[in-house]
């Protein structure tokens, strides 16, 4: 997201948005009561009420609406903010509805009446271009599975299979499968200018893979670690390999595993953890909250349920005793884990009573 200026005294922010990612981030950091402003297409009546039959043309035009509703699909790559009209030109009556669409190179002004430390984060988080291009492959000799990293968690893109083969022909088969993986690595270096590209596999197929490698820029981007199986859940086992840690310590993504294993950890020592809204509202109220973690699929489900006012109120509590907050996306296994204690969740300062 490219941030093109900045006056949070009066609250301001001006972004544009250039990619899905960016979506995402403007999913968690604008609420109910922001104000947007930007230009949109309106449909417009042209003709006069009285008469029989009315245009009705898409008009571009520049609107402030106050934000009553946000809806983001990771799959149509738009966000959906709705709200009344505040400002606009005179055939867009005030007090009406729209919604805005955005999308990539939209410009739009954001405007709060508090910026909270945390959307403050998202917002320079979103700014930052993601600092490595990732690639992991997990693979054996019948099956191989290819995901980017992105800031919100991963792209799954391709799965391929080899023919399983008699032993006679194993090496024969295994040979070729390893060559059509390479086919598929090397393509996706050159559309993604990768800077990592992690291979795992149990036992010893990611060294006879890479027995294959002649290209030796590819060869240079390869860091090897081990899974126990092949398939998406290899992918987070992956994520969390102590040999992949060096390629993702930028990453947004391993911090949020690492968040969540720590929360697991005091869970299951009874100790300095809460869960679930009643309980982490409790603890934040209390002052106790050293760290709030929530999913973005419990943020999404709330505003559907029009009780995002339940989080927010946590979240500011939060913030305003210096606490810590971070959505964490439930695309991925550590978000899923959050996502099955509730959605919400805290690392506490100190050990409360309920």
Not at 181 to 201: F, H, M
């Amino acid at each position: 997201m490219k941030i093109l200026h900045t006056d949070f005294k009066k609250g301001e922010a001006k972004v544009k948005i250039e990619n899905v990612d960016d979506l995402w981030y403007l999913n968690q950091i604008v609420e109910k009561s922001d104000l947007i402003k930007g230009k949109t297409l309106r449909k417009i009546k042209i003709g006069e009420e009285t008469q029989r039959k009315q245009k009705v043309e898409k008009k571009a035009v520049f609107l402030l609406i106050e934000v009553e509703k946000l809806e983001f699909s990771k799959t149509s790559n738009v966000l959906r903010i709705s709200g009344i009209v505040k400002q606009g030109p005179e055939d867009v009556p005030l007090g009406s509805y729209h919604t805005f669409n955005i999308g990539e190179n939209t410009i739009i002004e954001i405007t709060k009446q508090k910026w909270l430390k945390f959307q403050l984060d998202k917002l320079k988080e979103s700014s930052k271009e993601l600092s490595s291009k990732i690639l992991i492959c997990v693979h054996d000799r019948e099956e191989a599975y290819f995901a980017l990293m992105k800031k919100y968690g991963y792209q799954m893109l391709v799965d391929i299979k080899g023919n399983v083969a008699k032993k006679a022909d194993a090496k024969q088969v295994e040979s070729n499968f390893y060559k059509e993986i390479l086919r598929q690595l090397e393509d996706y270096n050159e559309r993604y200018n990768l800077n990592k590209i992690i291979i795992a596999s149990p036992a010893f197929w990611k060294e006879e893979l890479t027995k294959e490698i002649k290209n030796e820029e590819l060869k240079s981007k390869i860091i090897l670690a081990t899974c126990s199986s092949v398939g998406e859940n290899a992918i987070n086992e992956v994520i969390k390999r102590p040999e992949t840690s060096e390629a993702l310590k930028q990453d947004r993504i391993a911090k949020e595993y690492k968040l969540v294993e720590e929360l697991f950890a005091e869970i299951s020592k009874n100790s300095l953890a809460s869960y679930g809204l009643k309980e982490t509202r409790n603890a934040a109220e209390a002052g106790a909250v050293k760290h709030l973690l929530i999913t973005d699929t419990f943020i999404q489900k709330k505003r559907m349920e029009e009780r995002y006012d339940e989080i927010e109120y946590v979240m500011k509590t939060v913030d305003s005793a210096k606490g810590e907050i971070t959505i964490i996306s439930s695309e991925h296994e550590a978000g899923k884990k959050l996502d099955g204690l509730g959605g919400i969740a805290a690392i506490l300062r100190y050990k409360i009573s309920y």
